[in-house]
């Protein structure tokens, strides 16, 4: 059974970079799309990234396009989100999941998700 767990979150502040990992265990992140999503308090989940197991081509959203970074270490069974120029409304629990990467709006296709890690972005 595959599990994923997210850390790397924490406070930063605008402007600042945090460094999220998403580390798998059980199965080996080899046959999965993996994907980060964050949800706000009070907002509906979003997708921000997903990188394809494939060829390794990744989406984002418009939001963080240019800012934040989608990779995976296959050899390590992780994938991470380098997030840069953090801006306010960046906080927000991020989750990592793995499926298939569609859409960054097919939540449905993402089968194991983590717990989600803490960011938030303040003075």
């Known amino acids: 059974q595959l599990q994923l767990v997210e850390s790397g979150g924490g406070l930063a502040q605008p402007g600042g970079s945090l460094r999220l990992s998403c580390a798998a265990s059980g199965v080996t992140l080899d046959y999965y799309d993996i994907g980060w999503f964050r949800q706000a308090p009070g907002k509906e989940r979003e997708g921000v990234s997903c990188?394809?197991?494939?060829?390794?081509?990744?989406y984002y959203a418009d939001s963080v396009k240019s800012r934040f970074t989608i990779s995976r270490d296959n050899a390590k069974n992780t994938a991470y989100l380098q997030m840069n120029s953090l801006k306010p409304e960046d906080t927000a629990v991020y989750y990592c999941a793995a499926g298939v990467c569609l859409s960054l709006s097919d939540y449905e296709s993402f089968g194991s998700w983590g717990q989600g890690t803490q960011v938030t972005v303040s003075w």
């Open positions: 990188i394809r197991v494939t060829d390794g081509s990744a």
